[in-house]
């Protein structure tokens, strides 16, 4: 049962270090968002997001992840960005 207990802490660490790498990721992206919204850009950009899917789906696969899972994590992210992009938008349209 040590094992399952150390085993565990590494789980819990793993997500904590998730957790901040996403908060980091979202600063940068609504710094994005501010950006676009500044110079009258599209909230979406899918050419930048086929390209961000196709690669990450090559780094799932370097690192034995399901690719498709990596995509669909990826487009979970993607989504909630073009949500908050909007709502930049829009702040500035007011």
């Known amino acids: 049962m040590a094992e399952l207990v ?3 802490g590494s789980i819990d660490n793993i997500d904590a270090a998730l957790v901040h790498l996403l908060a980091e990721r979202f600063k940068c992206t ?3 968002g501010r950006l ?9 950009d899918p050419d930048r997001e086929t390209a961000q899917i196709a690669r990450l789906r090559g780094l799932a696969v370097e690192s ?11 487009a979970f992210i993607i989504d ?5 992009h909007q709502a930049i938008a829009a702040s500035r349209e007011q």
């Open 64 to 74: 034995r992840l399901d690719p498709a899972f990596a995509e669909k994590f990826l």
């Open 6 to 8: 150390e085993i565990r």
């Open 36 to 44: 676009k919204a500044e110079h009258g850009l599209p909230p979406a």
């Open 30 to 32: 609504q710094r994005v």
């Open 80 to 84: 909630e960005v073009i949500h908050h």
